[in-house]
């Protein structure tokens, strides 16, 4: 089996509210929901696409993004994202949560000087990693400025309508 | 069997010793950093039981002047060897922090060097896991001229077998050229920093206070600097990775890349790929939206993904057969060329040149990036850089061209006369001197100034433009590109014209090496 | 029938429901087709199309009195049908269709005129003694005077757009220090939207249920209410479910506010179909809002209770027919529930969410109607509205419909867009709406989560990501590479590049 050839015998999917979801290896197709197992099935066909089969019940499934171990996965109309860790992993986010504790702020700034269209987000939204903050014209195009972190949104400077330099700052994230 | 003979007795000392250099204790320290120490580094890269240790016992020199304690350790903090990563050879040496601090002594350095040429000899990948304090100030400047040996051997083995590095620790003052020197960088967030100068030095000449990981750290970079081209959030997932990524390489430059088995499960004519460029000429898209129709399924992996996003690179599959992949990213600065991606370019493509993997290039580019920052930058000997690259490529060269294709980027993204073997273009292709806007104003100026209603005139010539000039027909019809394709064939096309180059041979002039901008 | 042909002046499912129901009265259709959307749904129940995708403008041909008008001289059509939204309350439109002696499905010019200037119609309301929030006579011109009426009728107020609807330059305003600033945004918004900068100030009512009345008129004088619709599930102002009869009203209150119904529609003259908007306070006391002049998007949940098809009584009362049934024929029978799936992400805050619709499959249970413009590669496109269908049920009482849409809801497949069915899945299932206690607030004031999830969904999306993970990075098979096969190698290319180096 490959996967005791890596040593890894457990994986966790983190949901983004810091849910954890343990599975042990080699994954089953059966979740067990009090004393009773429940067969899980990924099926796919023409005219259903993507499904999950669970309980005699079929659930749309599409995966929406995914990078490395980060999926998002839009699960019945609603989307979750998840970090599938390994027991390292884990443990090694506990301790490098308590080493940083530190808060860091990421800023994003105008790549090119430009007209700022629209401006997605306020203080307080959460954004994740790649999601567009602002929308800025030029070279005659849209340009969709996105957030490099995943993290909380502390200051807005951009204004829709207003013209901006290059290197201005856009918009301020906390990075979680 | 008795193994209580003396011979054997020392043996077994010998290895009751080294056990206890490797204690549960000192694998607890490194963990608690969040890091996992060398052999579990090893164990995690190959597959089970084939790596080979050797110079598993050699010890550090002794020093010629008395400064400072040298521990007397087995292996001088580093682990050197072979074995199978998918059932193929591959060499590594992975540096052991919890030994000296993996500093860099003279030993420790032959151990490296030692294990380089054997990769070379052997015509296989080598993988360097780097987790070093630096040279080992003791050795002096023996540990110094051990570090010019590992570059030199990097630089002699460049473009023979494929070398990489994984930073999973710090690598500070000259170890960074290590992997700055070799084709791939991976790094681990938040554990991994590399830096010339360190925070300390920073703070003391320039009094700027700055983070390791703002100074020199994995997101810093992927992002800015362009040095990491691949970075993950711990050591596993970038363990795992990597052994992903090199499937997609041969073993050295006269081999062909790997296979993987063509399960056919991907449609040769894809009806999706006619919606993703939209209508409106000024509206973004995702570049990887069509890469990922056109190569196999899920097999597109990103290189440098964060740098200079304006242009993706990557490696990818087509009928199992890997290739390398270019294209302008519209969703990003309109897929504009400026310096960095430029850059970012060249860089892939003489790895794939020298490699054998042939190149698939999407073409959606409005032009360089305009600007003083640019051109006061070098964006002219920078942009050069991407021109040469992708002329001097012998391998197979192919162009799909999305929608924009302007001027001098026109030419730059792998045109026929520039050596391209396969140029096509979707019905969307725009393929002209300069953009619609700008050539009325040019061609219409004084018609438009003397104009009632110039937005109305600039209107009406823009499609007329559009019409007549900024469309793909024309240099179909005479002959500056192949053919214009229906958007849903682009993967059997593509797939015919790379088996028809399969044999492609160039004979370059010979000479000693090309004079590259650089 | 004097009318033979009509032109369909609008698109999706309402085009498609004035269609249906023409075909069932014999009477011809034409639809137009656009550039936006060649390939829509409702081109094909339509027995002309009209194909106007050459023309290359932004804005749609359905907002173009000139062109439809000449489109409907081209066709032959003698009759427009404007659906709701673009032309459909446009008073000149209608004059302009008169003028060409094509008949126009809805009300006169003139009442559609009155009915929607607001100021208009709180005059003509408060003359004919109708219930209302107090307020400002007509339009406001200053702050100083809209402080000066706030100070009359007590905070909080509202300012709201003369010309307007649907929230846009609506402000409320709790104290006088929030005028000065307030009153010019409200007034430009309503100047960009309406082009109308013009505002009235009315007592603002906190909480209330939105209670509405369907009402028809003849061109004979007749007009009478088909109960009421409640819609005060609505979010910024756009309505989100809708359900026939209302939990709030007593057979009293209903005969009550019915009667005031047709009373401010009489006072126009009205005929058509057409909506008395009120709202109700926390100790029943019902205020006139507006009128609607048209037909609603939420029409067919009276239509189920009532027996009575409204696109084909909006004909009828067109074509000069006097109305076959008075107000004492009408019986409410059972409950009905419509929600509107639109194409919107219910987690970040109902952002329309456009995109193709892959798949698609609505349940077909006996108590379900599906009003829907939408089919498997169809656009959802950012120019229209992000409707992809309503979901109406009906039950014999309140407590079946919910059970039923409840059942339905978990029925409606649909891949390629997010949805706002998430969040139906949540309402069916909330206490307070169960009760029906909710109010026009319930949306942003009582509700933490706006989608459902049972416990278990969570945890397969977990184990799929998981599978994903497993598949892409454990597997001993996920890289399966032949290394041999890379070494074979023609003969000519090995001999070559030997050769090279």
Not at chain 1, 131 to 154: F, H, R, Y
Not at chain 2, 56 to 69: C, L, M, N, R, W
Not at chain 2, 483 to 507: M, Q
Not at chain 3, 124 to 129: N, P, S, T, V
Request: glycine share 8%.
């Amino acid at each position: 089996m490959g996967n005791d050839k890596i040593g890894i015998n457990k994986l966790y999917a983190l949901s983004s509210e810091k849910r954890k979801f343990s599975f042990s290896l080699p994954l089953k197709h059966k979740i067990r929901i009090g004393k009773r197992n429940y067969e899980v099935k990924l099926k796919a066909d023409e005219k259903y696409g993507t499904y999950i089969l669970w309980k005699n019940r079929k659930y749309p499934v599409e995966i929406i993004r995914s990078r490395q171990n980060k999926y998002e996965i839009l699960f019945n109309d609603i989307s979750y994202s998840f970090t599938v860790e390994t027991p390292f992993s884990l443990q090694r986010m506990k301790v490098l949560s308590s080493v940083k504790g530190k808060i860091e702020k990421e800023l994003v700034t105008a790549p090119m000087p430009g007209k700022i269209i629209d401006v997605l987000v306020r203080e307080g939204s959460s954004v994740l990693r790649g999601e567009p903050v602002v929308i800025l014209e030029a070279m005659k195009m849209q340009n969709e400025i996105q957030s490099p972190v995943n993290g909380i949104v502390t200051k807005v400077p951009a204004k829709a309508n207003n013209n901006v330099m290059k290197g201005d700052v856009l918009a301020e994230i906390k990075v979680e | 069997m008795d193994l209580s003979g003396k011979s054997y007795k020392a043996f077994l000392e010998r290895q009751e010793a080294l056990k206890k250099q490797y204690s549960p204790k000192q694998a607890e320290k490194q963990h608690s950093k969040g890091k996992l120490t060398a052999h579990e580094r090893i164990n995690l890269l190959f597959d089970s039981g084939t790596f080979e240790e050797i110079d598993t016992f050699v010890t550090p020199a002794d020093q010629p002047v008395e400064f400072g304690k040298v521990e007397r350790t087995y292996g001088d903090g580093v682990i050197v060897g072979h074995g199978k990563i998918n059932g193929r050879l591959v060499f590594a040496y992975a540096q052991d922090f919890t030994i000296m601090g993996g500093s860099l002594g003279v030993v420790h350095s032959k151990k490296i060097a030692k294990i380089q040429e054997m990769a070379l000899k052997m015509g296989s990948p080598i993988i360097g896991m780097m987790d070093s304090g630096g040279a080992r100030i003791q050795d002096g400047v023996a540990s110094l001229s051990g570090y010019a040996s590992i570059f030199h051997n990097i630089i002699h083995s460049s473009g023979i077998i494929p070398q990489i590095s994984v930073i999973m620790g710090p690598a500070a003052g000259g170890a960074v050229y290590s992997p700055a020197l070799m084709d791939f960088v991976f790094m681990v967030n938040h554990t991994s920093y590399m830096f010339v100068t360190g925070p300390n030095v920073v703070k003391e000449v320039l009094n700027e206070d700055v983070t390791f990981d703002q100074l020199g750290g994995a997101e810093i970079h992927a992002r800015k600097s362009g040095v990491a081209h691949m970075i993950y959030e711990d050591e596993e997932n970038t363990i795992l990775a990597l052994k992903k990524f090199l499937s997609y390489l041969p073993s050295n430059n006269v081999e062909n890349p790997p296979v993987v088995p063509d399960d056919g499960s991907v449609p040769d004519i894809c009806e999706k790929l006619r919606d993703i460029v939209p209508d409106d000429p000024n509206k973004a898209y995702d570049v990887k939206d069509v890469i990922h129709l056109v190569v196999d399924r899920n097999s597109f992996f990103e290189t440098a993904e964060l740098y200079a996003p304006s242009l993706v690179t990557g490696f990818a599959r087509l009928k199992g057969k890997t290739i390398g992949v270019v294209a302008n990213q519209p969703k990003v600065l309109a897929g504009v060329l400026d310096i960095d991606s430029s850059v970012k370019g060249a860089r892939f493509i003489r790895f794939c040149d020298a490699f054998n993997i042939p190149i698939l290039t999407f073409e959606d580019v409005p032009g360089f990036l305009p600007g003083v920052d640019q051109e006061h930058a070098g964006i002219i000997k920078h942009g050069a850089k991407l021109l040469f690259a992708y002329s001097e490529a012998t391998v197979p060269k192919i162009t799909i061209i999305l929608r924009k294709a302007y001027g001098g980027a026109f030419i730059v993204m792998n045109s026929k006369n520039l050596g391209g073997d396969f140029s096509f273009a979707w019905p969307s292709a725009e393929i002209a001197v300069m953009g619609p806007d700008g050539a009325v104003a040019i061609l219409y100026r004084k018609e438009l100034a003397e104009s009632k209603n110039p937005a109305a005139l600039k209107k009406e010539l823009v499609k007329k433009y559009r019409d007549k000039i900024a469309n793909p027909f024309i240099a179909d019809e005479s002959g500056y590109i192949d053919e214009v394709i229906d958007p849903a064939v682009t993967r059997k096309k593509v797939i015919s014209a790379l088996s028809a180059l399969s044999n492609k041979w160039v004979r370059v002039p010979s000479r000693k090496h090309g004079n590259m901008p650089l | 029938m004097k009318i033979k042909k009509i032109l369909i002046a609008n698109r999706g499912e309402i085009a498609v429901r004035i269609m249906k129901t023409a075909r069932l009265m014999k009477v011809e259709t034409v639809a137009i087709k656009t550039s936006f959307e060649p390939g829509a749904m409702y081109l094909s129940y339509a027995d002309h199309i009209y194909d106007n995708t050459e023309e290359g403008t932004d804005i749609p041909v359905f907002l173009d009195i000139e062109k439809l008008i000449l489109i409907a001289g081209r066709t032959g059509a003698d009759a427009v049908h404007p659906g709701y939204g673009f032309l459909a309350e446009n008073a000149y439109f209608a004059q302009k269709c008169i003028d060409n002696n094509i008949i126009f499905i809805g009300p006169s010019p003139d009442a559609l005129y009155k009915m929607g200037n607001k100021t208009i119609a709180r005059r003509i309301a408060l003359r004919g003694c109708i219930p209302m929030a107090l307020g400002s006579e007509g339009n406001i011109s200053d702050e100083e005077e809209a402080i000066a009426v706030a100070e009359k009728i007590g905070y909080p107020v509202i300012i709201k757009a003369a010309s307007g609807g649907g929230g846009r330059g609506m402000r409320i305003i709790r104290k006088a220090e929030e005028m000065e600033r307030l009153f010019s945004i409200a007034s430009k918004e309503a100047e960009k939207a309406f082009n109308d900068p013009s505002v009235f100030i009315e007592k603002y009512i906190e909480n209330p249920k939105h209670i509405e009345f369907q009402i028809l008129g003849d061109t004979h004088g007749n007009i009478i209410h088909l109960g009421e619709r409640e819609c005060s599930i609505q979010r910024k102002h756009q309505k989100l479910l809708e359900e026939a009869p209302s939990c709030a009203l007593d057979d009293k209150l209903r005969h009550e506010m019915g009667r005031m119904a047709v009373k401010i529609a009489k006072a126009v003259n009205y005929y058509s179909a057409g909506t008395v908007e009120f709202l109700l306070d926390s100790d029943k006391k019902f205020y006139f809002m507006e009128m609607n002049t048209r037909i609603q998007v939420e029409h067919p949940v009276t239509e189920l209770i009532t027996g009575i098809d409204l696109i084909e009584q909006q004909i009828r009362i067109a074509n000069g027919e006097k109305l076959k049934f008075r107000q004492e024929d009408i019986r409410l029978e059972g409950w009905a529930i419509e929600c509107r799936i639109n194409a919107e992400d219910v987690q970040s805050g109902f952002a329309p969410d456009p995109g193709k619709i892959e798949s698609l499959s609505m349940p077909a249970d006996p108590f379900v109607r599906i009003d829907t413009g939408i089919q498997p590669g169809s656009a959802i496109v950012a120019s229209f509205d992000s409707m992809i269908a309503k979901l109406i049920v009906k039950g014999k009482d309140r407590k079946e419909a919910i059970k039923n849409c409840k059942k339905a809801l978990d029925k409606v497949w649909i891949k390629g867009t997010k949805t706002t069915l998430p969040f139906f899945r949540m309402l069916v299932r909330n206490l307070k709406f169960q009760d029906g206690t909710f109010t026009t607030a319930f949306i942003e004031k009582d509700l933490e989560k706006y989608y459902y999830n049972s416990e278990y969904e969570e945890m397969l999306a977990a184990w799929l990501a998981t599978k994903l993970f497993i598949e892409e990075n454990l597997k001993e098979d996920s890289i399966n590479v032949d290394f041999e096969n890379g070494k074979e190698m023609s003969p000519w290319l090995l001999n070559k590049r030997m050769n090279q180096f």
